[in-house]
């Protein structure tokens, strides 16, 4: 089965604190993509990173990192010092075959409210 | 840069009645995808589209149908609507041979009253 877990409904932090939302996938593919978008209150679904499985390298993009495990099937995503504009709904997402990469499975998501 | 356009962005239909929504692509993009949010849930697949034909079907009702025109535009036409049909209406694009990330559109709010 394709699934991916978003074990964490909803956290809630201070501004310019670390937070990590966590992501957890199944898929009987060896290659794969792994996503996560931003969905802020006005509802658009904004791209942050896309990471093939045969790529483990972590990346850090600014104040986000980005952690890929696939010994524990983790794709865990991390904003450091955490601002008000962070707020919003953050969706990890699974696409199994390559020439149609598009095709997601997206986690429930985890809503983030970053508190002044 | 342009982007994914989608119209309308929002609308309003009563039960049963038909709605139409559209998705222009980024120019030169080949494939689009169609996903349906319900409140509070998590984006689910419905159709695709490569080079106008349907490449991939998702969890699309019958009462939905979907079509890629000659200029890449597509448009998912939704009949004998439910109250369970509101939600979120993303379209995203790409192309397919490069492989390259999908912009998504803003989405359509389809509300059924």
């Known amino acids: 089965a394709q699934k991916v877990t978003q074990a964490q409904t909803e956290i809630s932090v201070v501004e310019k604190e670390d937070v990590t939302l966590d992501c957890v996938y199944e898929t009987r593919d060896t290659t794969y993509y792994l996503f996560w978008y931003k969905q802020p209150p006005s509802g658009e679904l904004v791209f942050l990173i896309r990471?093939?499985?045969?790529?483990?390298q972590n990346e850090i993009s600014g104040r986000y990192s980005w952690n890929f495990q696939k010994s524990t099937s983790s794709f865990n995503f991390t904003i450091t010092a955490s601002q008000v504009v962070d707020s919003a709904v953050y969706f990890c997402a699974l696409s199994e075959v390559l020439d149609s990469s598009y095709k997601l499975i997206f986690g429930s998501g985890t809503r983030l409210l970053v508190r002044p | 840069a342009a982007g994914v356009i989608q119209s309308p962005r929002h609308l309003i239909k009563e039960k049963r009645e038909t709605a139409t929504l559209k998705c222009y692509p980024i120019?030169?993009?080949?494939?689009v995808y169609w996903y349906q949010q319900g409140p509070g849930q998590d984006p689910q697949f419905l159709i695709s589209f490569y080079e106008k034909m349907q490449s991939d079907k998702g969890s699309i009702p019958d009462r939905f149908s979907a079509q890629q025109f000659s200029d890449y535009h597509s448009e998912l036409n939704m009949s004998s609507l439910e109250l369970g049909d509101s939600a979120l209406y993303f379209c995203?694009?790409?192309?397919?041979?490069?492989?390259?990330?999908?912009?998504f559109g803003q989405g359509t709010r389809l509300t059924v009253v």
């Open positions: 995203a694009s790409t192309i397919r041979a490069l492989n390259t990330e999908a912009f």
């Open positions: 120019p030169r993009h080949d494939t």
């Open positions: 990471r093939n499985s045969f790529d483990e």
